[in-house]
């Protein structure tokens, strides 16, 4: 006879098993001893006879949990192969959803060595900012330059009409300006980025949930 249960269902009474399987693992005895003049085993302190009836019992029910819990695990793992759910940035199977999902919050196997799109974020924000601080830098020690220079044709109290010497220093200044590189418009992208993470984030989990909280899976 099969089983009907929402995805929700299936998944707190996975995670109930986990707990159950491993409570039951950890209490049970399977193995004791005992002297021949005596009927109890030592460490349980019961009859023999009860013991081996005791250890088998526990036995098969662990068997029999674990593989309520594989049942129920295939049939989820089935189910997120086959259901779809929308975003703006695509469609996904609920496998997919759960994948990237995982992989952009850095909890995957790779543990963050595989959320390309935030090393990337990180990368264009760290050159970006690099840049800019070289740029202000190096025009800071240019204009510094630049006034020694003007200092230095006109003297520090004397009062030229006549400004033509000052457009060597201001052709000095505009040759050598450092100006930054910015083909990508890396601020543009890096809103974009952001906004584009935070948006998929959100919808998959919300996604997620709507699915599992709408989709049936069936344990034959």
């Known amino acids: 006879m099969s089983e009907k249960m929402l995805v929700t269902q299936a998944l707190d009474e996975r995670d109930l098993l986990v707990k159950k399987i491993n409570d039951k693992i950890e209490k049970a005895s399977f ?41 129920i695990d295939a049939a989820i793992v089935d189910s997120n192969a086959k259901t779809e759910v929308k975003t703006s940035y695509g469609t996904f199977t609920v496998a997919g959803a759960i994948s990237l999902r995982s992989r952009l919050r850095g909890m995957d196997s790779y543990e963050g060595e595989a959320d390309f799109e ?35 044709i006109l003297g520090r109290d004397t009062k030229v009409k006549d ?11 505009k040759e050598n300006t450092v100006e930054l590189v910015d083909p990508l418009d890396i601020k543009k992208k890096l809103e974009l980025l952001v906004e584009k993470r935070n948006i998929l984030l959100t919808e998959l989990d919300t996604q997620i949930k709507v699915s599992n909280a709408t989709t049936f899976i069936e344990l034959v």
Do not use: H, W
Not at 134 to 147: H, I, V
Not at 164 to 172: F, H, I, R, S, T
């Open 31 to 71: 193995v004791d001893t005992i002297k021949p003049n005596e009927d109890k085993v030592y460490a349980k302190r019961i009859d023999k006879a009860e013991y081996a009836k005791e250890a088998e019992t526990a036995y098969q029910q662990i068997n029999d949990l674990v593989e309520r819990y594989q049942k």
């Open 118 to 152: 935030g090393k990337l974020k990180d990368k264009l924000n760290a050159e970006y900012n690099e840049r800019v601080r070289f740029c202000d830098m190096k025009n800071g020690q240019l204009q510094s330059t630049a006034e020694s220079m003007r200092l230095s």
């Open 163 to 173: 400004d033509k010497p000052l457009g060597v220093v201001d052709a000095y200044v």
